[in-house]
């Protein structure tokens, strides 16, 4: 089954938007399997965020996805890492659409919310470099 890894960051838990985002994805029928509030290490965010190392912006993202606790998820379901980055929203909440989470909750490119893993594979790694194996829980349904 597909799994994506889904992270709310800084400003979403310090504007107390936990509840409000993963209702989303609960609502929507995505199975939550591995849940964390923390704060990462450096060394942990500059491996999560490597892709970018050259950017500008790097240094500025590394200080602040590490300033406070982060909500570390990972989601399963169809086509999850998709329609994940669908419910998520283009990277600048100002060009996300209403109806997606930074379009409906955010406003700014260095503070948009949450992350969510741009690909299946990206989500293999990520979700392998965020949580240990039996951290995850496999479950279905028994209601
Ligand atoms: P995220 O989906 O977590 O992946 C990379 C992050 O880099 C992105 O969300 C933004 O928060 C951040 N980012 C991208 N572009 C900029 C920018 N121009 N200035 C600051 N942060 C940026």
Redo the contacts with the bound molecule.
Sequence with gaps: MERTFL?I?PDGVQRGLVGEIIGRFEAKGFKLVGMKLMTASRELAEQH?GV?KE???FA??VD??TSGPIVAMVWEGDGVVASARKM?GA??PLNSEPGTIRGDLAVN????I???S?AVETAQQEISLWFKEEELSAWTPSL
Excluded at 109 to 112: D, L, P, T
């Design positions: 992270a960051k965020y970018h950017r500008p912006f500025g993202l602040f996805i998520i990277t600048n490119v260095g503070r948009n949450i992350h969510g741009d």
